[in-house]
T-cell receptor, first 116, second 111 residues
Framework: GAVVSQHPSRVICKSGTSVKIECRSL??????MFWYRQFPKKSLMLMAT?????????EQGVEKDKFLINHASLTLSTLTVTSAHPEDSSFYIC????????????FGEGSRLTVL | EDQVTQSPEALRLQEGESSSLNCSYT??????LFWYRQDPGKGPEFLFT???AGEEKEKERLKATLTKKESFLHITAPKPEDSATYLC????????????FGEGTQLTVNP
């Protein structure tokens, strides 16, 4: 299957700082990438959909100014958690799809964010 | 609203003890039902996609089936390395590429 790489896998930061997480599709071009958040023993919650070259579409209840998403190229999307607080601590997972509206999503390895 | 319900929440099996996981869905215009495996601290790993009722797919000890209301993931003679959380997701015809996930079934296979 297609490979999606996510970095960093773990990050610890102080409250009030910003953290950037990168998601790269390594062997295909991804016009669409998705960002999910997962709480312990819970399923994946879609945060936003990012399309290359355009603004991200956020799910209801997700703060656009808190979670900045940039999809500047067909192989890279970034999620920046701005002014992080302890309640932002979570497991963030990106996914990408090789083609439009069809086929399976391929997921990155996830990034564990801990805000102290 | 699309709904995906997985059962049971958790399942413990002995090695070699076959069983099935269930995924019930309520979707208007299903455009794919997906099964993923997720290990602790990792991203989901794609297993199968099913598109129409009656379709079946197999991979090693796993077999996925689909009806108009539910999907089953059958595990035949499981091994401890099959222990993981299994996630079911659906894509609806007007949702673009988005997937709606169920809560998952946490499978533990004891040696």
């Amino acid at each position: 299957g297609a490979v999606v790489s996510q970095h960093p896998s773990r990050v610890i930061c102080k409250s009030g700082t910003s953290v950037k997480i990168e998601c790269r599709s390594l062997d295909f071009q991804a016009t669409t990438m998705f960002w999910y958040r997962q709480f312990p023993k819970k399923s994946l919650m879609l945060m936003a959909t990012s399309n290359e070259g355009s603004k991200a579409t956020y799910e209801q209840g997700v703060e656009k100014d808190k979670f900045l998403i940039n999809h500047a190229s067909l192989t890279l999307s970034t999620l920046t958690v701005t002014s992080a607080h302890p309640e932002d601590s979570s497991f963030y997972i990106c996914s990408a799809i090789p083609g439009p509206n069809t086929g399976e999503l391929f997921f990155g390895e996830g990034s564990r964010l801990t805000v102290l | 609203e699309d709904q995906v319900t997985q059962s049971p929440e958790a399942l413990r099996l002995q090695e070699g003890e076959s069983s099935s996981l269930n995924c019930s869905y309520t979707v208007s215009g299903l455009r794919g039902l997906f099964w993923y495996r997720q290990d602790p601290g990792k991203g989901p790993e794609f297993l199968f996609t099913l598109y129409s009722a009656g379709e079946e797919k197999e991979k090693e000890r796993l077999k996925a089936t689909l009806t108009k209301k539910e999907s089953f993931l059958h595990i035949t003679a499981p091994k401890p390395e099959d222990s993981a959380t299994y996630l079911c997701a659906v894509r609806q015809e007007t949702s673009g590429s988005r997937l709606t996930f169920g809560e998952g079934t946490q499978l533990t296979v004891n040696p």
